[in-house]
């Protein structure tokens, strides 16, 4: 059998398993159970060989530039001109200034915050928290930025999410991964992270309009999320935006293998027409949807008023069928203890911990390393070293899949 029809008979019986070999969500936590159905590390043969093939038509493309290579179509969340939008909260925040929240003013950064407070790094020439951005990226091949997207991932759980997300097509899984990696390009998700949290709104930041906290009954991190706490106008939409890319960047960091996605709780106490923010809902099922893919495991809608019902079938279309699945509604703490053992659910929600969120300011000396710019090159080389190396033994694994007929060789470890 060719290696096209081989992949083809591959793709139809992930197919074929995909819906069925998944549980509803309701029934994962009634068992206590993740399910584990297409994660790294819980594979099935067709599903690792699936995985083979993906890699290889990437490995294939690698030297190519990025724009070279079709992706599927990048369709912006909101229709909006970022530049003109800054411009305008320039003027806004020069012209006639406001206090957001606690001291913090329109459109002040965390940065800006920070020195306001005292709070500036002995490392910098001018007190500032991180040195400039140098991109590390060598060039624009599918290669180079690849590597930028990975971050701390395992480059397989990345890939798996795609092929997830598209049920095994192997094609829309490709195309869905090229055009995240040139959305990433196009929003500067690199330079995002390199100035973290100092480049957020500080109002944002001040607030705790989301933060993460805890575990639900199936071990994912708890996102919470307080509508009452957010106000269309109490920030231009590109600094919303940049804070939800930020948000979605810092969570990355507390998911491993098999824990792959997270609980968000979109608290709706005390939630008025005031704080509905139809570009950022749009915005944000738009980066779960297409940039984000397979990273919600239950979205819990909590003490919602008694209109959001209409909401929520305004909503609920422009939710891909999986993820709308994930979603359930709680209107009082019993509700929560379903899915959150009382110890980890916070007091001021019917539970036994008495975590209040507050912002931890940067520390002045926290990011010392990266003004260390020797070193950063030294440590940019290693990490360029074990790329090839997982490069290498990724092409042979791929090979000896396509040497004989599913010969049940397993993808080396790696990291």
Known sequence: MSGIFKAISRQRSAVDVAGAGREAITTQFSKGRLDTCGVYGHLTPNEENLLADLWE?????F?????????????????????LERKKAKEVQESSPFEVVAGCMFNQSVAEKCKELGIVSKCGADGELVPKFETQMLDNTLKSVFWSVVREDHPDVLILRFLRARKWDLEKSYKMAIAAIKWRIQEHVEEIVWYGDTANDASLMWKGVSYAHGKDKLGQPIIWSGSCLHHQKDQSYPQLKRYLIWMMETLRQLLAPPIERVCLIMDLTDHSNANMDWPFVKTFLKFLEAYYPECLGICIVYNGPWWFSGVWKLISPLLDPVVASKVQFAQKPEGLLKFIDEKELLEKRGGKDAYNYEYVKPDPEENKLMFDKEGRTASAEKLRLLQDQFVKATTDWVNAKEGGDDDGRVKPKFG
């Open 63 to 83: 030297d190519k530039p990025l724009d070279s290579i079709e992706g599927d179509p990048i369709a912006r969340p909101v229709e909006s001109d970022d530049d």
């Open 57 to 61: 038509r990437i490995l294939d493309d």
